[in-house]
């Protein structure tokens, strides 16, 4: 008889969040397939769990399910874990469990933490609906379709994102939505938790008074609105004015005012060039 593939969800940073049924399927498992077995050790030691571990990570993971398919297949237990929250969320397992799934081998998820879904529920934002995005594009071309792409969405939109992009991804939102309500949580269930939540613009801002942005982060923004307010072109043209009293050049007014009227930035720039020429 095949053995069990058992998904088990580990904590997000504080160890006290992992469950007692997580804790009894590691110790019961023949074999624990981990994302990164020299991380998870801090996990098991904490449990004292024994039960020997081998790595499954995005870089090995086409060639490892085979082996561990095949050992599935012969009768071994096996849980997967990886470095942190649920498996296969913005984490390897994907080919493994489809494998798996395909050779009709019993897979049981052990449900547990996960970011997006433990930052939502503090995010202040609604939660009846939502679109879970992972991580958006690296290269500013793609990271800009992509949001446009998201734009028109109702539900709460979620992001994951590295500190060090999470100030370009929230500024490429700003030109891609408007200045919507966000919250970003930061290093959910440790020690410097926190949340920031309000317009992206006060969002932006608050990181932008930082020497650096550390920990990890994921971002949550709210759904278009039914429908939104634009501004008239009399108070764009009295907010451009102010911008351009202050010296602002015109590429960085456009977009911060295309962010907070819900214009496109083109349309905006093009009003700003029209005024200049005018002063
Ligand atoms: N499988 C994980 C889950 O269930 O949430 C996600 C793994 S993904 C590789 C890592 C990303 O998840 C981070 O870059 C961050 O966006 C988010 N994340 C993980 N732990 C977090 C934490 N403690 N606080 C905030 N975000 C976290």
């Given at each position: 008889m095949a053995g069990t593939l058992y998904i088990v969800a580990t904590p997000l940073g504080n160890l006290e969040d992992m469950t007692f049924r997580g804790v009894r399927i590691l110790k019961d498992a023949d074999l624990i397939a981990a994302e990164d077995t020299?991380?998870?050790k801090k996990l098991l030691n904490h449990y004292d769990i024994t039960t020997p571990s081998v790595a499954?990570?995005?870089?090995?993971?086409?060639?490892k399910a085979h082996d561990l398919i095949q050992r599935l297949e012969k009768g071994t237990t096996i849980a997967l874990i990886s470095d942190a929250g649920t498996p296969l969320i913005s984490d390897p397992g994907y080919r493994l469990v489809s494998m798996a799934s395909e050779k009709g081998i019993p897979i049981v998820p052990v449900p547990g933490c996960n970011a997006a879904i433990?930052?939502?529920s503090a995010s202040g934002l609604p939660t009846d609906a939502f679109i879970f995005l992972?991580?958006?594009?690296?290269?500013?071309?793609?990271?800009d379709n992509f949001l446009n792409n998201a734009a028109h969405h109702k539900a709460t939109l979620i992001f994951y994102e590295s500190p060090r992009r999470v100030i370009r991804l929230i500024s490429s939102a700003i030109t891609a939505f408007g200045d919507r309500q966000a919250c970003l949580a930061r290093e959910l269930t440790k020690q410097y938790e926190e949340f920031i939540r309000g317009p992206l613009s006060s969002i932006l801002s608050a990181l932008e008074s930082r020497e650096?942005?550390?920990?990890?982060?994921?971002?949550?923004?709210k759904g278009q609105d039914d429908q939104?307010?634009?501004?008239?072109?009399?108070?764009m043209e009295s907010l451009i004015m102010d911008g351009l009293d202050q010296n602002m050049r015109t590429g960085e007014l456009a977009k911060k005012i295309a962010g907070l009227a819900n214009w496109p930035k083109s349309k905006v720039y093009d009003m700003i060039l029209t005024l200049k020429t005018r002063s």
């Open positions: 020299r991380h998870s499954c990570h995005e870089h090995n993971e086409a060639a433990t930052g939502l992972g991580f958006a594009p690296k290269k500013q071309g793609r990271l650096t942005v550390k920990g990890e982060c994921v971002l949550f923004i939104p307010v634009d501004l008239s072109t009399e108070q």
